[in-house]
Nanobody
Framework: QVQLVESGGGLVQAGGSLRLSCAAS????????MGWYRQAPGNQRELVTV???????NYVDSVKGRFTIGRDDAKNSVYLQMNSLKPEDTAVYYC?????????WGRGTQVTVSS
């Protein structure tokens, strides 16, 4: 089992920045994908970005050039630097880890961007 705990959400004005962090603990396999999803009220959960254990990244088009994902395997952590935030980025952001043993989720952290 893997446990994920997110931190760093909050309220920010449009154009501002936030940095989300996610700490993983438990039986972590070195070969995995870690990423961030988000869910806005009334919408389905959507993929924002992922990073492989090799460092390859992928982003949804709406955040390219504004968000940056990174990972620190020594700390079993993944980060999301969010710049130039827009009101449409408002959502609950969930950390995800996927490996051969399963697909794991954090409880989420709220990000609210005011206009």
């Amino acid at each position: 089992q893997v446990q994920l705990v997110e931190s760093g959400g909050g309220l920010v004005q449009a154009g501002g920045s936030l940095r989300l962090s996610c700490a993983a603990s438990g039986s972590i396999n070195g070969f995995n994908l870690m990423g961030w999803y988000r869910q806005a009220p009334g919408n389905q959960r959507e993929l924002v970005t992922v990073i492989s254990s090799g460092g390859d990244t992928n982003y949804v088009d709406s955040v390219k050039g504004r968000f940056t994902i990174g990972r620190d395997d020594a700390k079993n952590s993944v980060y999301l630097q969010m710049n130039s935030l827009k009101p449409e980025d408002t959502a609950v952001y969930y950390c995800n880890l996927a490996d051969r043993s399963g697909n794991y989720w954090g409880r989420g952290t709220q990000v609210t961007v005011s206009s």
